[in-house]
């Protein structure tokens, strides 16, 4: 035998939002409120009516018994970052230092950022998470440039000018000797 609907307390305000419903959305969480209750419908024959499905019905009838009307502004659309670790603002403002040094020719190395973006957070974070929240704010996987940023070309050039050269020994390291 199916339990009996509950929410009785909401159905007079349920009746009131089916008057002054705007969208086909607050109508049918209206509804999924006031046909089990008025009517005697099951939560079945209540989605059936509406035309949404069991799980979508319950869900709007639950919604709209909290007080969590759809289209008044008090929820929040769906998508968007329902799991983030910080706002963009906190992103920023904690990568602000590393990314600035990065500008000036230090080097980004995540697995050094990992655990200080970890603490600042009070817990752990995946690698990815640290890769996607530096993509987010315009970073791509950085490669190191083909020199060192404090690098000096003329120490470099004098050095390959000065260098030993090779002795004659290590040319003739193809041939063996044969003994006999």
Aim: proline letters at 5%.
């Amino acid at each position: 035998m199916a339990r009996s609907a509950g929410g009785s307390q909401g159905v007079e305000q349920a009746r009131q939002a089916i008057a002054e419903a705007t969208t086909i959305e607050q109508l049918r969480q209206a509804q999924a409120v006031v046909f089990p209750l008025d009517h005697g419908l099951s939560l079945a024959d209540t989605a059936k009516m509406i035309g949404l499905s069991v799980g979508w019905t319950c869900r709007l009838r639950n919604a709209f018994l909290r007080g969590k009307v759809l289209g008044d502004g008090s929820t929040p659309a769906r998508g968007g970052r329902r799991r983030e670790n910080f706002t963009p603002e906190r992103e920023i403002e904690v990568l602000r230092p590393f990314l600035e040094r990065a500008r000036h020719g230090g080097i980004l190395v995540v697995p050094q950022l990992k655990p200080l973006l970890e603490a600042e957070l009070g817990r752990t974070m995946a690698l990815s998470s640290v890769y996607t929240l530096l993509h987010r704010h315009g970073w791509r996987k950085l490669a190191p440039d083909k020199h060192h940023p404090q690098h000096n070309v003329q120490a470099q050039q004098d050095w390959k000018k000065n260098s030993p050269k090779k002795s004659g020994a290590s040319a003739n390291t193809g041939q063996r000797r044969r003994s006999r």
